[in-house]
């Protein structure tokens, strides 16, 4: 069973740091290109990053490149994403998900941006 657990959310002023992780478990992930997807209130699910299984490729939003970084650490199971310089509009409930079907994602962990 595919199981993603998502964890490191909380509440942080604008301009501060998260990092967020996702446990993996139930599939190769050392294989499998996963993903952090979030969905603010009221909206629907946004692509923020990919980090792909082969070769270190990672891609990001538009929204968030220059200040977020998602990396993986294959021999424990773990998607990161480090959040600097967070905004307000960064506010979200933050999912990790399989890169191809985001129905594969974990419960989620909420990050709130605000003073």
């Known amino acids: 069973e595919v199981q993603l657990v998502e964890s490191g959310g909380g509440l942080v002023r604008p301009g501060g740091s998260l990092r967020l992780s996702c446990a993996a478990s139930?599939?190769?992930?050392?294989?499998?290109?996963m993903s952090w997807v979030r969905q603010a209130p009221g909206r629907g699910l946004e692509w923020v990053s990919t980090?792909?299984?082969?070769?270190?490729?990672?891609t990001y939003a538009d929204s968030v490149k220059g200040r977020f970084t998602i990396s993986r650490d294959n021999a424990k199971n773990t998607l990161y994403l480090q959040m600097n310089n967070l905004r307000p509009e960064d506010t979200a409930v933050y999912y990790c998900?399989?890169?191809?079907?985001?129905?594969?994602r974990g419960q989620g962990t909420q990050v709130t941006v605000s003073s």
């Open positions: 998900a399989d890169q191809i079907n985001w129905s594969k």
């Open positions: 980090a792909y299984s082969r070769g270190g490729l990672t």
């Open positions: 139930g599939f190769t992930f050392s294989t499998s290109s």
